[in-house]
Each structure stands twice: as structure tokens, then as C-alpha cells.
């Protein structure tokens, strides 16, 4: 790997919070896909539209994230049992109101946050500038879908933090 000029050791406790990113996406991609499918009720237009723009786009931050491990020169874990043993994101019941869907996703957009956080962190700690870039335009787009997300379920009566 001397054509990336990085630290072997450093580079590898990077692939281990990316990997761990990795299985985090996989099981909010499976939760996304499984409320696309599942929506039903007054909402159904316009969550099970954005669902699908979300899955979408995480399928390829999965392949982005995957192929920054593959340019480090190590494998990226590409099964479901490692997924489901280092994500902290957990599977969701397909029984789930529509406001509840929305509510599990962003509580795992915080999951996935602290993650890339955690991610970005150990990169710049190995000088990794490529994977905190990555990682950084992530980061952005996520809390944009996230305040997208709760401006959606706040009632009329709310307000946004006067500063």
C-alpha cells in the first residue's frame, strides 16, 4: 500500500470502523426497503416515494464505503451474519405506523452519524484524507435528510429554536 503513502496499522483500525459503517447500511438499507414496502395510510405517496430515495441512495454509499476498504487494499465483510453481529442498527417489524417508520429512521440516522463520526475520527488519526472526505459528504447529506425527515412529523403548532 505504499502508493497511499498511510500507516498499515492505522489504516487498518480505519477498515475496522468502516467495515462496521458497512454492516450499518446494509440493515438501514434492508429497513428501508422493508418500509417502502410496508407503507400504508394517509402517507402512503409520500413516504413510500422518499423510502425508495432513500434506499437508493444507500445502495450506493454500500458500494462507495465497500470499495474505499478495497482502495485501503483490505476485504470489505460481505455477509449477513457479520452485518447483524457488528451493526447497531436493529431490524424493524413490517407492522410499524407510518410516523413510527420515520421515527426508527431517525434514530438510526443518529447511529449511522455517530458511526461516521467515530469513523472519521480514527481516519484523521491515521491521516486517511479520503475517507474523511468521503465520510464527510455523509455526514451532510444524512442531517439534511434528517431534519427533512422531522420537519415531515412535527405538527403545525411547532416551531423551530429561535437563536
Known sequence: MNYLNLDTKKTEATVEQLNILLADYHLYYQKLR????????????????????????????????????????YQPISNLTDYLKLSSIEEASSEIKDVEMVKILLDDHGLLLKQMRSTVKTADEGGDEGTIDLLGAYIRELEKTSWMLD??????TSNHKKS
Do not use: C, P, Q
Not at 45 to 55: C, G, N, R, S, V
Not at 151 to 156: F, G, T
Open 151 to 156: 420537519s415531515w412529523r412535527m405538527n403545525k
Open 34 to 73: 422493508n418500509f417502502h414496502w410496508n407503507i400504508i395510510g394517509e402517507n402512503f405517496f409520500d413516504l413510500h416515494a422518499k423510502f425508495e430515495e432513500m434506499y437508493t441512495d444507500t445502495l450506493i454509499k454500500i458500494d462507495e464505503v465497500a470499495e474505499r476498504i478495497l482502495t485501503l487494499r
